[in-house]
């Protein structure tokens, strides 16, 4: 009885803490930046629920920052948003000087959304160019010169799988150098037992609590290439990780 009360009450606490934190980001980001991107949506809501596909809910708009210097991405790197919601991860990829930030999301919807955001961004751009794709992740093929990956556990069991067979596959086709920044990773022993990903760096979520904190880090992996000649790169970890 104690027991399901104490766990009703961190659940609580935690919906509080979300609100509050969404609505900061909202008045203090997405109002100024000229953008729309705090509010979640389930699929439901929209028609497309399904075995393995999450809700969107968005990044923090700090969270690709805090794993991925501005100086480890160079003019040739192609970044990827596995199911981009909203857009909010395509346009602090795009304060990168990355050649091309390409998002690719399920729902029509929430894509009209993102293609809004990034033509009111008032941020400032350094990218190329952002291709924003409306697909289930399933009929989309990686492009061969994608070398940075985000996923915030866009996908759960096998459809989760079968992305990190398609990642893979790329990988394959065209050996090169690519990372994968994965939040709330909850399919990572999924994927480590590839054999095929080498976590570099974590950074811990920005949640009260030790588990919660846990559950919401930010990990950075490097896909090793079958073929010895792609040698992976070295990274530091972050300092506190
Ligand atoms: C947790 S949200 C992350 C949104 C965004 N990447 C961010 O970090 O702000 C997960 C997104 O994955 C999308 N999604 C779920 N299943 C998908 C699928 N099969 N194909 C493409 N996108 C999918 C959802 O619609 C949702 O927008």
């Known amino acids: 009885m104690r027991a399901r009360m104490v766990s009703k009450t961190r659940m609580v606490g935690k919906q509080i803490y979300t609100f509050l934190r969404r609505t900061l980001g909202a008045v203090l980001v997405d109002r100024p ?75 029509a919807e929430l894509n009209a959304i993102a293609e809004r955001n990034v033509r009111d961004y008032r941020g400032r751009h350094r990218c190329g160019e952002i291709e924003l794709v409306t697909a289930d992740v399933l009929d989309y093929e990686i492009p061969d010169d994608v070398t940075v990956v985000y996923a915030y556990n866009p996908f759960m069991g096998e459809l989760f799988g079968a992305v990190v067979e398609k990642l893979l596959a790329s990988v394959d086709r065209r050996p090169r150098q690519v990372r994968l920044i994965y939040k709330t990773p909850l399919e990572e022993s999924r994927m480590l037992a590839t054999g095929r990903f080498r976590l570099v760096k974590v950074a811990r979520g920005l949640r009260p609590g030790r588990a919660w904190s846990q559950k919401m880090s930010i990990r950075m992996y490097v896909v090793e290439p079958t073929s010895l000649d792609a040698p992976a790169p070295i990274l530091a970890a972050t300092p506190g990780a």
């Open 33 to 107: 930046a000229g953008v729309d991107t705090a509010r979640s949506v389930k699929l439901e809501e929209l028609g497309l629920s399904g075995e393995g596909r999450t809700h969107y809910e968005p990044s923090g708009w700090l969270d690709l920052r805090r794993v991925l210097r501005r100086s480890e991405v160079s003019g040739e790197d192609v970044f990827l948003d596995l199911g981009s919601g909203k857009g909010r991860v395509l346009l602090a990829a795009a304060r990168y000087p990355f050649r091309r930030v390409i998002g690719v999301e399920l729902s």
